[in-house]
Protein backbone atom coordinates (compact mmCIF):
# COMPACT_ATOMS: atom_id res chain seq x y z
CA UNK A 1 0.00 0.00 0.00
CA UNK A 2 2.23 3.27 -1.13
CA UNK A 3 1.57 5.77 0.93
CA UNK A 4 2.41 10.02 0.54
CA UNK A 5 4.34 10.60 -2.75
CA UNK A 6 5.55 13.83 -3.11
CA UNK A 7 7.24 15.41 -6.25
CA UNK A 8 9.97 16.22 -7.28
CA UNK A 9 12.24 15.51 -4.61
CA UNK A 10 14.13 18.41 -5.21
CA UNK A 11 14.00 21.81 -6.64
CA UNK A 12 16.02 25.20 -7.85
CA UNK A 13 14.03 28.60 -8.80
CA UNK A 14 15.21 31.58 -9.39
CA UNK A 15 13.30 34.61 -7.09
CA UNK A 16 10.24 35.94 -8.36
CA UNK A 17 9.66 32.51 -10.38
CA UNK A 18 6.79 30.09 -9.74
CA UNK A 19 6.43 26.69 -8.49
CA UNK A 20 4.09 23.77 -8.28
CA UNK A 21 4.52 20.79 -6.15
CA UNK A 22 2.64 17.81 -6.59
CA UNK A 23 1.18 14.70 -3.80
CA UNK A 24 -0.82 12.28 -4.21
CA UNK A 25 -2.21 10.84 -0.95
CA UNK A 26 -2.57 7.46 0.95
CA UNK A 27 -4.82 5.55 -0.64
CA UNK A 28 -8.13 5.64 1.69
CA UNK A 29 -7.40 8.95 2.36
CA UNK A 30 -9.38 11.78 1.52
CA UNK A 31 -7.83 15.08 2.68
CA UNK A 32 -4.83 16.12 1.76
CA UNK A 33 -2.81 19.40 4.18
CA UNK A 34 0.53 21.57 2.93
CA UNK A 35 3.46 22.00 5.55
CA UNK A 36 5.69 24.43 5.26
CA UNK A 37 9.65 23.34 7.29
CA UNK A 38 12.58 25.17 7.60
CA UNK A 39 15.47 24.50 8.35
CA UNK A 40 15.61 23.29 12.00
CA UNK A 41 12.20 23.97 12.70
CA UNK A 42 8.66 22.33 13.18
CA UNK A 43 6.33 22.09 10.14
CA UNK A 44 4.03 25.28 9.77
CA UNK A 45 0.43 24.83 8.18
CA UNK A 46 -0.20 26.31 5.38
CA UNK A 47 -3.36 24.57 3.74
CA UNK A 48 -6.17 21.71 3.86
CA UNK A 49 -8.16 20.59 0.80
CA UNK A 50 -10.82 18.40 1.10
CA UNK A 51 -13.47 17.67 -1.73
CA UNK A 52 -11.55 20.23 -3.89
CA UNK A 53 -11.94 22.78 -1.79
CA UNK A 54 -9.93 25.12 0.83
CA UNK A 55 -11.01 23.82 3.93
CA UNK A 56 -8.50 26.16 6.16
CA UNK A 57 -5.60 28.17 5.68
CA UNK A 58 -2.37 28.99 7.92
CA UNK A 59 -0.80 32.30 8.35
CA UNK A 60 0.25 32.29 4.78
CA UNK A 61 0.06 35.06 1.95
CA UNK A 62 -1.97 34.68 -0.84
CA UNK A 63 1.33 33.54 -3.04
CA UNK A 64 0.46 30.54 -1.36
CA UNK A 65 -2.42 28.37 -2.89
CA UNK A 66 -3.59 24.99 -4.26
CA UNK A 67 -5.36 22.56 -5.64
CA UNK A 68 -7.64 19.42 -5.30
CA UNK A 69 -7.93 16.95 -7.97
CA UNK A 70 -10.88 14.34 -8.21
CA UNK A 71 -8.87 11.57 -7.10
CA UNK A 72 -7.90 13.73 -4.08
CA UNK A 73 -4.17 14.29 -5.06
CA UNK A 74 -2.84 17.89 -5.01
CA UNK A 75 -1.23 21.19 -6.04
CA UNK A 76 0.86 23.43 -3.93
CA UNK A 77 1.75 26.36 -6.35
CA UNK A 78 3.57 29.00 -4.83
CA UNK A 79 3.78 32.77 -7.03
CA UNK A 80 6.76 35.53 -7.13
CA UNK A 81 9.17 33.38 -5.07
CA UNK A 82 10.81 34.73 -2.26
CA UNK A 83 14.75 33.76 -1.08
CA UNK A 84 12.61 32.83 2.55
CA UNK A 85 10.44 30.50 0.45
CA UNK A 86 13.55 28.09 0.63
CA UNK A 87 12.35 24.88 2.96
CA UNK A 88 11.40 21.96 3.23
CA UNK A 89 7.40 21.60 1.85
CA UNK A 90 5.20 18.61 3.54
CA UNK A 91 2.14 17.02 1.94
CA UNK A 92 0.52 15.11 4.45
CA UNK A 93 -2.73 13.29 3.96
CA UNK A 94 -5.99 11.75 6.63
CA UNK A 95 -9.28 11.10 6.16
CA UNK A 96 -11.80 13.87 7.24
CA UNK A 97 -13.48 11.97 10.04
CA UNK A 98 -14.45 12.91 13.49
CA UNK A 99 -13.00 8.95 14.48
CA UNK A 100 -10.28 9.18 12.51
CA UNK A 101 -7.19 11.09 13.50
CA UNK A 102 -4.13 9.53 11.82
CA UNK A 103 -1.99 11.88 9.48
CA UNK A 104 0.22 10.59 6.62
CA UNK A 105 3.62 12.50 5.45
CA UNK A 106 5.42 12.12 2.76
CA UNK A 107 8.52 13.14 2.15
CA UNK A 108 8.39 16.36 1.41
CA UNK A 109 10.14 18.30 -1.39
CA UNK A 110 12.51 20.43 -0.80
CA UNK A 111 12.62 23.67 -2.21
CA UNK A 112 15.81 26.12 -2.93
CA UNK A 113 15.02 29.74 -4.39
CA UNK A 114 18.38 31.59 -5.31
CA UNK B 1 -5.09 29.41 17.52
CA UNK B 2 -3.64 25.89 18.85
CA UNK B 3 0.45 26.73 20.41
CA UNK B 4 2.57 24.02 21.28
CA UNK B 5 5.81 24.57 23.23
CA UNK B 6 8.67 21.88 22.93
CA UNK B 7 11.40 21.10 25.33
CA UNK B 8 14.54 21.01 25.07
CA UNK B 9 15.49 21.58 21.76
CA UNK B 10 18.70 19.48 21.86
CA UNK B 11 19.51 16.37 24.01
CA UNK B 12 22.28 13.62 24.38
CA UNK B 13 21.87 10.96 26.46
CA UNK B 14 24.18 7.43 26.75
CA UNK B 15 22.98 4.14 25.03
CA UNK B 16 20.70 2.59 27.03
CA UNK B 17 19.74 5.90 29.38
CA UNK B 18 16.76 7.10 28.77
CA UNK B 19 14.89 10.14 27.27
CA UNK B 20 12.56 12.14 27.67
CA UNK B 21 10.91 15.13 25.83
CA UNK B 22 8.04 17.49 27.28
CA UNK B 23 5.61 18.95 25.48
CA UNK B 24 2.79 21.89 26.17
CA UNK B 25 -0.32 23.30 24.28
CA UNK B 26 -2.61 26.00 24.71
CA UNK B 27 -5.78 24.72 23.36
CA UNK B 28 -8.33 22.79 25.67
CA UNK B 29 -10.17 21.52 22.78
CA UNK B 30 -7.42 19.58 21.22
CA UNK B 31 -7.50 16.16 21.87
CA UNK B 32 -5.25 14.46 19.62
CA UNK B 33 -1.55 14.34 20.61
CA UNK B 34 0.80 12.65 18.41
CA UNK B 35 4.73 12.42 18.54
CA UNK B 36 6.99 12.42 15.13
CA UNK B 37 10.07 11.21 14.27
CA UNK B 38 12.01 12.37 11.64
CA UNK B 39 15.39 11.56 10.05
CA UNK B 40 17.80 13.69 7.56
CA UNK B 41 15.86 13.78 4.47
CA UNK B 42 12.61 12.46 5.30
CA UNK B 43 9.35 13.51 5.99
CA UNK B 44 8.26 12.70 9.88
CA UNK B 45 6.97 9.27 10.77
CA UNK B 46 4.62 8.89 13.61
CA UNK B 47 5.91 6.74 16.57
CA UNK B 48 3.49 7.08 18.91
CA UNK B 49 -0.11 9.18 19.94
CA UNK B 50 -2.14 9.38 22.72
CA UNK B 51 -6.46 11.04 22.15
CA UNK B 52 -7.35 12.34 24.85
CA UNK B 53 -9.61 10.52 26.79
CA UNK B 54 -6.28 7.80 27.73
CA UNK B 55 -3.43 9.33 30.19
CA UNK B 56 -0.68 6.99 29.16
CA UNK B 57 0.05 5.10 26.15
CA UNK B 58 2.90 2.12 25.64
CA UNK B 59 4.53 0.69 22.96
CA UNK B 60 7.85 -1.65 23.75
CA UNK B 61 10.47 0.97 24.46
CA UNK B 62 8.02 4.23 23.59
CA UNK B 63 5.78 5.64 25.98
CA UNK B 64 3.04 8.79 26.15
CA UNK B 65 1.48 10.26 28.55
CA UNK B 66 -0.78 13.37 28.89
CA UNK B 67 -1.91 15.50 31.69
CA UNK B 68 -5.13 17.59 29.94
CA UNK B 69 -5.50 19.46 33.06
CA UNK B 70 -1.82 20.51 32.81
CA UNK B 71 -1.87 20.97 29.26
CA UNK B 72 0.87 19.10 28.94
CA UNK B 73 2.37 15.62 27.45
CA UNK B 74 5.48 13.98 27.40
CA UNK B 75 7.60 10.94 25.29
CA UNK B 76 9.73 8.60 27.09
CA UNK B 77 12.04 6.55 25.38
CA UNK B 78 14.08 3.46 27.67
CA UNK B 79 16.77 1.83 26.56
CA UNK B 80 17.97 4.85 23.81
CA UNK B 81 19.88 2.81 21.14
CA UNK B 82 22.18 4.55 17.97
CA UNK B 83 19.21 4.37 16.00
CA UNK B 84 16.44 6.79 17.95
CA UNK B 85 19.31 9.01 17.52
CA UNK B 86 16.71 11.84 15.04
CA UNK B 87 14.63 14.79 15.83
CA UNK B 88 11.33 14.40 17.47
CA UNK B 89 8.21 16.47 16.73
CA UNK B 90 5.17 16.84 19.00
CA UNK B 91 2.43 17.96 17.75
CA UNK B 92 -1.32 18.52 18.80
CA UNK B 93 -5.08 17.73 16.84
CA UNK B 94 -7.82 20.22 17.50
CA UNK B 95 -11.21 18.79 17.29
CA UNK B 96 -14.38 20.40 15.50
CA UNK B 97 -14.25 21.82 12.04
CA UNK B 98 -11.13 23.26 12.95
CA UNK B 99 -9.19 20.15 12.77
CA UNK B 100 -5.45 21.29 12.31
CA UNK B 101 -2.22 19.58 13.42
CA UNK B 102 0.07 22.24 15.15
CA UNK B 103 3.81 20.91 15.57
CA UNK B 104 6.43 21.96 18.33
CA UNK B 105 9.88 23.13 17.61
CA UNK B 106 11.59 19.60 18.08
CA UNK B 107 14.09 17.87 20.31
CA UNK B 108 17.37 16.67 18.34
CA UNK B 109 18.22 13.81 19.90
CA UNK B 110 21.81 12.06 19.83
CA UNK B 111 22.14 8.47 21.34
CA UNK B 112 25.70 8.46 21.88
CA UNK B 113 27.28 4.67 21.75
Redesign the interface.
Known amino acids: DAGVTQSPTHLIKTRGQQVTLRCSPKSGHDTVSWYQQALGQGPQFIFQYYEEEERQRGNFPDRFSGHQFPNYSSELNVNALLLGDSALYLCASSLLDRDSYGYTFGSGTRLTVV | GEN?E?HPSTLSVQEGDSAVIKCTYSDSASN?F?W?KQEL??????II?I?SNVGEKKDQRIAVTLNKTAKHFSLHITETQPEDSAVY?CAA?T?GS?????????TQLTVLP
Open positions: VQYPYGKGPQLDRFLSARQLTFGSG
